[in-house]
């Protein structure tokens, strides 16, 4: 069962963000508009999700530009305008990026997945109940990496777990019914209904 999160093809960077300069800017001196310009890269690269935990952006109580290697604390100040450092995340409450920002939270990034770069259905795995565990078999460095994404997001939270497992509840109802089809019709007449709701299901937070 895969519930989130997924690998990430990123686009090229957009054009404004060659004009601030690490040292010149800060972030606060990035226009509104070219933020809505990042914006709209960010749902063509995570369809409108969360990068992170998958969430629909539309449906969060916040959203905000984030930088994977943080700009304050552990600072790379170097990467503070590199396209390849930020993603669009939710700022739901006590997950996520929320999570991630605390102050006090101590962790090292490089022990982080980055979604456009690594793939994470090679650490985890989405369990049907909205559970998430590193993925079996890993080796030291790898198992460290998918444990410690999963406490610096708290992908485990239980509010999150719920909605996953609502989510995958009801993508299962849909495959139960495809069965059911399956055994009782040629394939001709539900492989269109399957193919159509597995490109539909792909789009959806927790597909």
């Not at 054009?15 to 509104?32: E, F, N, P």
């Not at 063509?44 to 969060?60: D, K, L, N, T």
């Not at 239980?158 to 399956?182: C, F, N, Y």
Request: glycine share 6%.
């Amino acid at each position: 069962v895969e519930a989130a999160m997924h690998k990430l093809q990123r686009p090229a960077a957009p054009r404004c963000l060659s004009q601030y300069r690490q040292g010149q800017h800060d972030w606060g001196a990035v226009s509104s508009i070219d933020k809505t310009t990042m914006w709209q890269l960010f749902d063509q690269m995570q369809h409108g999700r969360c990068a992170y935990c998958e969430s629909a952006i539309s449906e969060v109580i916040g959203q905000h530009i984030e930088h994977f290697f943080q700009r304050r604390q552990r600072a790379r100040p170097e990467l503070i305008f590199d396209w390849s450092n930020l993603f669009g995340a939710c700022l739901n409450h006590g997950y996520c990026a929320d999570h991630k920002d605390q102050q006090t939270l101590v962790y090292n990034d490089t022990h982080l997945i980055k979604p456009d770069i690594d793939d994470p259905d090679d650490f985890f795995v989405f369990l049907e109940d909205g559970k998430v565990t590193p993925k079996n078999g890993l080796n030291t460095a790898d198992h460290l990496r998918a444990t410690e994404t999963i406490r610096v997001f708290k992908l485990d939270s239980p509010s999150l777990v719920g909605k996953r497992a609502a989510a995958v509840g009801g993508q299962w109802q849909t495959v139960e019914e495809l069965k059911d089809m399956a055994a009782e019709f040629d394939e001709a007449d539900w492989r269109p209904l399957y193919d159509a709701e597995l490109a539909r299901a792909s789009t959806e937070p927790f597909c």
